[in-house]
Structures are given as structure tokens and as C-alpha cells.
């Protein structure tokens, strides 16, 4: 079936960059999304990628997919304490027409100031 | 404009008992979906529903039922309460359009324990 891994912490400095590792098996898929969930709160979308682009920039977020290695990553420049959240992969469900994702096991990122 | 809102935010159990989390929508989508999220699993799909009238089941939906009488909220009922089903669930609704149709939005969560 459909699975989703990544690692589940990762802590770095104020101002470096950060990169959050996804692997995923649906070669089905989509979409794939990044969600950012805050102490608290529920997921908010941050950002996704059509299966068909390599890469996708959006100010400080940058996703890059490499499809036949079924790898997603997510790097977020000049990292900030405010960006310490979980952060989650999810890919869609095969050609399923129900909106169904498949969600990582999210990945604690730690920003020290 | 509230989005999605769950109710209640808390809630302590005693094993048997039963009890309703309720979710509701004010973006008109046709999809909702009740997750539970558990330390080091991410979130795992318990029940899901496409439209007013219909449910269906997810990954885990041993214990749970769901009711979507109307088309704003989805009702996810634990008829009798069990120490593994102490976990945060969250919900979310999306659009059924292709493009949007994954992007979903979510509720705050109820965080239940069951003693």
C-alpha cells in the first residue's frame, strides 16, 4: 500500500537553512504537499508540487521532487525561530477521487536561536 | 469566516463510555475527513465523507462511526470509549475540484483521554 517516511527531528541554527526528507511510494500521485502544523494547532497547507515539475520556489520555501526516486524534500532558507513547527509530506491516494492523502509521520523541526 | 471548527477542544473519558466530536465547515466543500494523530505516526485516516449523506471508511475505523446528515458537519461518534483511543483528532474539509480537492483545511483538534 501506500506509505510515506521521514525522519522525525531535525534542529538547526537561526539563519541556516533547513532541509526536511520525504519518501514516498505512490508513483500514482498527483500532487504532493508539505503542511505545517504549530504547537496546538492543526496542519496548514504550506505548499505543494505537480508531479509533472522538478522543482518549486516560493520566497523562502523551495520543494524539490525527484520522481524516480520517489524522494521529496523541502528547504526553508534563513531559517527563523517562528519556523519552529512539525512539519508533514502527504501525497494523494493513487487516482483516488476522494481528496484522501497519505501523511508522512511529520518531522520536528527545532530552530535555535 | 470561522473555517473549520471542532467541538469540543477536551475532553477526559472513562473506559465505556461514549461520547460525539462534532465538526463543522463554513466553506461550503463537499469533503470532510476525521483523523487521529499519534506521537511518532503522523495522522491516520479514521472515517471520510464526500458528500452530504455518504461516509466512508478510512485506515482505522474500528471503534468509530460517522454521520454527515448535513452538508456543513461531520459527526464522529465513539460508542464505547477504550484507553487506545486516547489521541487528538483532527478534521478537515476540502473542495471537491481536481486542483483543490487535497488541499485540505483544519479544525484544532479535541484532545481526548480515556482513563
Known amino acids: 500500500g501506500e506509505d510515506v517516511e521521514q525522519s522525525l527531528f531535525l534542529s538547526v541554527r537561526e539563519g541556516d537553512s533547513s532541509v526536511i526528507n520525504c519518501t514516498y511510494t505512490?508513483?500514482?500521485?498527483?500532487?504532493l504537499y508539505w503542511y505545517k502544523q504549530e504547537p496546538g494547532a492543526g496542519l496548514q497547507l504550506l505548499t505543494y508540487?505537480?508531479?509533472?515539475?522538478d522543482m518549486k520556489q516560493d520566497q523562502r520555501l523551495t520543494v524539490l521532487l525527484n520522481k524516480k526516486d520517489k524522494h521529496l524534500s523541502l528547504r526553508i532558507a534563513d531559517t527563523q525561530t517562528g519556523d519552529s513547527a512539525i512539519y508533514f509530506c502527504a501525497e494523494t491516494v493513487g487516482s483516488s477521487n476522494t481528496g484522501k492523502l497519505i501523511f508522512g509521520q511529520g518531522t520536528t523541526l527545532q530552530v535555535k536561536p | 469566516n470561522a473555517g473549520v471548527t471542532q467541538t469540543p477542544k477536551f475532553r477526559v473519558l472513562k473506559t465505556g463510555q461514549s461520547m460525539t466530536l462534532l465538526c463543522a465547515q463554513d466553506m461550503n466543500h463537499e469533503y470532510m475527513y476525521w483523523y487521529r494523530q499519534d506521537p511518532g505516526m503522523g495522522l491516520r485516516l479514521i472515517h471520510y465523507?464526500?458528500?452530504?449523506?455518504?461516509?466512508a471508511k478510512g485506515e482505522v475505523p474500528d471503534g468509530y462511526n460517522v454521520s454527515r446528515l448535513k452538508k456543513q458537519n461531520f459527526l464522529l461518534g465513539l460508542e464505547s470509549a477504550a484507553p487506545s483511543q486516547t489521541s487528538v483528532y483532527f478534521c478537515?474539509?476540502?473542495?471537491?475540484?481536481?486542483?483543490?480537492?487535497?488541499?485540505?483545511?483544519f479544525g484544532a483538534g479535541t484532545r481526548l483521554s480515556v482513563l
Open positions: 478537515a474539509s476540502s473542495y471537491s475540484k481536481e486542483v483543490a480537492k487535497n488541499i485540505q483545511y
Open positions: 465523507s464526500v458528500g452530504e449523506g455518504t461516509t
Open positions: 508540487i505537480f508531479s509533472n515539475m
Open positions: 505512490d508513483s500514482s500521485s498527483t500532487y
